[in-house]
């Protein structure tokens, strides 16, 4: 596709249930990340791969957070047991090696 | 961690200039700098490498200095369609990558 693609666009999850994000990134991106944004806040880093190896994920902010890149492509972040505190937008961005982002549109996720 | 960026707001009238301050605690190897509207993804403006260097896009510039890790981005001429949030993400070490955004600034560019 001609940018990053996120899905869903909006998820409403009950408290305790298990989420799944989707990212499709940008086709010959090696990198990719993932951020949570809260509302009026800056993106916060969660996690990094390269390819299908995540080097990075001291952002990930509890073990209900998990992501995975099977295959060096699409990439899946997984929240376990989802609080209140987790709402938030969760952006997906990839890129060539040492260059500029491009950011999916996000999904909006809120936690009754 | 998160750099900080000042200010957190500004009003301005077409035509009107502005500066966003971002600074950093931490030694910096680059400042990329991302405008977002609301409700959609962030969108990249430039990147500035160590060395104190000053690039320009259209009417927006930015300078950076390694020394005081500070970044400033410098809009001119404000027009309606810079109305956004502005983020600075800094990154500490060349590829690392990951890169730690500030907690923004929203410009509104009024008639």
């Known amino acids: 596709g001609a940018g990053v693609s996120q899905s869903p666009r909006y998820k409403v999850a009950k408290r305790g249930q298990d989420v799944a994000l989707r990212c499709d990134p940008i086709s010959g991106h090696v990198s990719l990340f993932w951020y949570q944004q809260a509302l009026g806040q800056g993106p916060e880093f969660l996690t990094y791969f390269q390819n299908e190896a995540q080097l990075d994920k001291s952002g990930l902010p509890s073990d209900r957070f998990f992501a995975e890149r099977p295959e060096g492509s699409v990439s899946t972040l997984k929240i376990q047991r989802t609080q209140q505190e987790d709402s938030a937008v969760y952006l997906c961005?990839?890129?060539?090696?040492?260059?500029?982002?491009?950011f999916g549109s996000g999904t909006q996720l809120s936690v009754l | 961690q998160q750099p900080v960026q000042s200010p957190q707001a500004v009003i301005l009238r077409e035509g009107e200039d502005a500066v966003i301050n971002c600074s950093s605690s931490k030694a910096l190897y680059s400042v990329h700098w991302y405008r977002q509207k609301h409700g959609e993804a962030p969108v990249f403006l430039m990147i500035?490498?160590?060395?104190?260097e000053q690039k320009g896009h259209e009417k927006i510039s930015a300078s950076f200095n390694e020394k005081k890790q500070q970044s400033s981005l410098y809009l001119t001429a404000s027009q309606l369609s810079y109305s956004g949030t502005y983020f600075c993400?800094?990154?500490?070490?060349?590829?690392?990558?990951?890169?730690?955004f500030g907690t923004g600034t929203r410009l509104t560019v009024i008639p």
């Open positions: 993400g800094t990154e500490r070490a060349t590829g690392a990558n990951n890169l730690f």
């Open positions: 500035l490498l160590k060395g104190g």
């Open positions: 961005a990839s890129c060539r090696i040492n260059e500029k982002l491009f």
